[in-house]
């Protein structure tokens, strides 16, 4: 999506050897405008598959994911990754490990929300170790559900998590696609 690419040239900065800092437009302050047309390439992409709910992982993910559920008009579900006072008992759960806080996080989802009849479509702020996607996509099988395939917006092509979820079978549709930080710029895949 070459606005979004343009976005993360200007706004964008590259920290250190892996990350790159979005949070003035997608993960603290956020561009609705721009979030909105996210939404919309998703649509796009996933419109033919009868997809019934968006599922993503709290709390970057939301506002992309609400956005393709508004393009969708279907609702979204986020798992939440702390216990919740009415969130107890009849959910599906999923360790989800991240490697860059070495910890492992239980994420969760109230059993009222996703069942076998759901087509789902995940999606997420960021691929990286696609530890997050393989939880969710854990969760909807643990449902029953049949998963669609999966929406991005800024996918690292240089960690490991395009090729663990491409051999998951799950199709992925990634906005931006970075192939590599050279001398703290940006390289997209197709650049
Ligand atoms: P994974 O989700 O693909 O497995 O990746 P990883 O364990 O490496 O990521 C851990 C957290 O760091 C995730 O957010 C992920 O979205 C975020 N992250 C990964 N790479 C980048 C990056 O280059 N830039 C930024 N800004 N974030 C990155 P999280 O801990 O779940 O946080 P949040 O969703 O609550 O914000």
Redesign the pocket.
Known sequence: MKELEEKIKKDGRVLGA??????SFL?HQIDPVLMKKMGEEFYNEFKNQNVTKIIT?????IAPAVMAGLSFNKPVVFARKHKSLTLKDDLYTADVY???KQTSNKISVSKNFLDSSDNVLII??????????KGLADIAKDAGANIVGAGIVIE?SFQK?RSLVDEMGIKVLSLARIKEFKDGQVVFEED
């Open positions: 892996d990350i790159l800092k979005v949070d993960n992982v709290e709390s970057s993910g991240s490697f860059t997420d702020d960021f691929l990286a170790n696609g530890q997050a996607v690292k998590g």
